[in-house]
Structure formats: structure tokens, C-alpha cells
């Protein structure tokens, strides 16, 4: 006679996958908020200037040489910016200033028929001629303002979204560290589900990299 098959209820089985999906539910979620927790710690870290790790620091040394040429560049264009248009300013002032002391020269030139008024009109003539040759240099200033602008608006700006999105990803990076760090510190081989969470979030650190 055959032995009697056991047959298995099919609530075993959907309780059972129902669990599994529930503590990964679970798990899912509570792997999200210490993900933000973390990063949100590495963010205060920053804010308040406290010490980070010398090695993580040193591993970014290249990336921040590189962020603080990017801010010289940004904060020379805006001086380069508004130095032009200072210097616009002064020149467009100074030429106002020249014309009206030419004019006024040249017209007490001619009450003075002696070699004094003729000394007023030449250096009154040459004061005009100065104002006008100043005045010619607005066109190339408003050319050079254009053009740094133009650079700023497209490759300033660019780079400084893209720098914004790597300073994130650098901080998720960072935060998924000192996570990592954390976990480690209280690491039992012995218990998986420690064991499980390190590598959850070893994997978390390799994925922003």
C-alpha cells in the first residue's frame, strides 16, 4: 500500500508569503527613514563644522580642489561683472565732467584775445576730445560685460546645478558611512539579521559611488 501523501494547506503557504512580504515591508521602510536620518546627521555634521573622518576627508581631497577652483571662477565673474560696470560708471562720469570743463574753457576763450585765452581753448578742445575718446569705450565694455555674463548664465550655472546634485549625492554618500560605521560597531556574526542589515546598507554606500 502506498503511504498517505501529506498534503500541505494552501493557507500555510499564503500565510507564510504574506509574513515574509510584511517584514520586508517593514524592513523596506525602516531602511528608508535611517537612510534619511543618516544623511540628515551628515548634513548637520557639515553645517556645524564638526570633525568628519580624516580618511573619508582625504578620499575627497581631488573633489574639493576642484569645487573651490569652480567657486573662484564664479566669484571672478561676478567682480569681472561688476567691476565693468563700475568702471562704466566712472568713465561715463569723468567724460561728463571733461565736456563740461571744455565747453566752459572754450567759451572764456573767446573774451580773452591774449595768448592766456588761446592756452583755454586748446586745452578746452582737448578736454572735449578726451570726453569723446571715453565715451567710445562704452561699446566694448557693454561687449565683455555681455559676453562674462553669457558665460555665467550658461556655464557658471550649469556646472553649479550639476555641482549641486554631486554635493548630495556626497552627502547620501557620507551618511550611508557613518550608517555603515554604526552597524559595524554592534556587528555579531552570529546574528544574521544584524549581519543582513551591514550588507543592506554596504550596498546603499556602493550605489551612490
Not at 567682480?79 to 560696470?85: G, P, R
Amino acid at each position: 500500500m502506498l503511504p498517505c501523501s501529506f498534503h500541505t494547506s494552501p493557507t500555510m503557504y499564503y500565510g507564510s508569503s504574506a509574513d515574509r512580504y510584511r517584514d520586508f515591508v517593514e524592513d523596506s521602510t525602516s531602511h528608508k527613514l535611517k537612510n534619511v536620518y543618516w544623511s540628515t546627521k551628515q548634513t548637520v555634521i557639515r553645517k556645524l563644522g564638526r570633525e568628519e573622518d580624516k580618511y573619508v576627508v582625504a578620499s575627497d581631497s581631488e573633489l574639493d580642489a576642484k569645487l573651490a577652483l569652480f567657486k573662484s571662477v564664479q566669484t571672478t565673474c561676478q567682480d569681472l561683472i561688476l567691476c565693468t560696470d563700475r568702471y562704466f560708471q566712472r568713465i561715463y562720469g569723468l567724460s561728463q565732467a571733461e565736456n563740461e570743463m571744455g565747453r566752459f574753457l572754450k567759451s572764456k576763450s573767446s573774451e580773452d584775445k591774449t595768448r592766456a585765452g588761446k592756452m583755454l581753448a586748446a586745452v578746452g578742445k582737448a578736454l572735449s576730445h578726451s570726453a569723446q575718446q571715453r565715451l567710445a569705450l562704452q561699446n566694448p565694455l557693454t561687449r565683455l560685460q555681455q559676453e562674462v555674463q553669457t558665460f555665467r548664465n550658461r556655464a557658471i550655472d550649469d556646472t553649479a546645478s550639476t555641482i549641486k546634485r554631486t554635493e548630495a549625492a556626497r552627502n547620501e554618500y557620507r551618511g550611508a558611512l557613518l550608517w555603515m560605521k554604526n552597524i559595524s560597531e554592534e556587528l555579531d556574526p552570529d546574528m544574521g539579521k544584524k549581519l543582513e542589515k551591514f550588507r543592506r546598507v554596504q550596498t546603499q554606500v556602493r550605489s551612490v559611488l
